[in-house]
């Protein structure tokens, strides 16, 4: 089977979240921190054991998936960085990298859907689980991640794996 040159450069392109590190742990003094896939993929897997049974999991597992794809080209912001157009950044990287994805990318960018809402509550639980495993392997406070963290996510089932 032959594959297009075009598609086989957009996979690779893809691929480069797994060379990305996250930029809040390399500013934090994270020693081999982890990238922006091995994020998702961590988000995916609490998704999968966490998701209430009335949302669709597929598309709660494509949004984990999905929804940093744009840093590939935008970078790995973060509220330290300027922030101002990064809607429109990440947007316009999304479209041109994915456009068959957009939509969802939009879904889990608005929050408004059931799926959306669970998405940014595991975003910010696998965070703040990364957070206190660095803790625990480095001499580090990262207490502002796990702060964070409690501060994004309402449900209580997820909270109390922060306490």
Known sequence: MHIPTGMRD???EWLGLKDLPRTGW????VQE????AAHSWGMAVLALHFAPKNLDLAKVLAMCIIHDLPE??????TPHDD???KAELEASAMSEL????LGLFR???SGLSEEAKFVK???KLDMGLQASIYQSRHELDLSEFTNSAKLKITDSNLLRFLE
């Not at 390399?26 to 003094?29: A, E, K, P, Q």
């Not at 590939?72 to 912001?77: A, C, F, M, Q, Y």
């Not at 994915?98 to 994805?101: G, T, V």
């Open 83 to 85: 922030v101002t157009n």
């Open 26 to 29: 390399v500013r934090s003094g």
């Open 107 to 109: 879904e889990y960018e």
């Open 121 to 123: 509550q595991i975003d």
């Open 98 to 101: 994915a456009p068959e994805w």
């Open 72 to 77: 590939v080209r935008v970078g790995d912001l």
């Open 10 to 12: 957009r996979l690779q």
């Open 33 to 36: 921190p982890e990238s922006v």
